[in-house]
Nanobody
């Protein structure tokens, strides 16, 4: 059993900053990939940023230069620093992780989602 708990969302003015956190807990052997997605009303969920265990990162084009994803492996936590926020960044943000758990001598990798945290950018 694994849980992802997100925090850090809220209301911010255009041009402001927020830092999202997602902490994983439970039966975790390793986490190969961690990412952030977002879903705005009436739109499909889209990738914002991702980071793999080696530290390589990937960003959606619209977020490059404004958002930074990072991870603390010791805390099983992924962060998303969001700067220069725009109204179009308003959405529910979800963390997503590929986590391996061990049962007996076998490892099993599953995909997990956080519950979502609302980010609203408005004056």
């Amino acid at each position: 059993q694994v849980q992802l708990v997100e925090s850090g969302g809220g209301l911010v003015q255009p041009g402001g900053s927020l830092r999202l956190s997602c902490a994983a807990s439970g039966s975790i052997f390793s986490i190969s990939a961690m990412g952030w997605y977002r879903q705005a009303p009436g739109k499909q969920r889209e990738l914002v940023a991702a980071i793999i265990s080696g530290g390589n990162t990937n960003y959606a084009d619209s977020e490059k230069g404004r958002f930074t994803i990072s991870r603390d492996n010791a805390k099983n936590t992924v962060y998303l620093q969001m700067n220069s926020l725009k109204p179009e960044d308003t959405a529910v943000y979800y963390c997503n992780e590929l986590i391996t758990t061990v049962r007996g001598t076998e490892g099993y990798e599953y995909e997990y989602w956080g519950q979502g945290t609302q980010v609203t950018v408005s004056s």
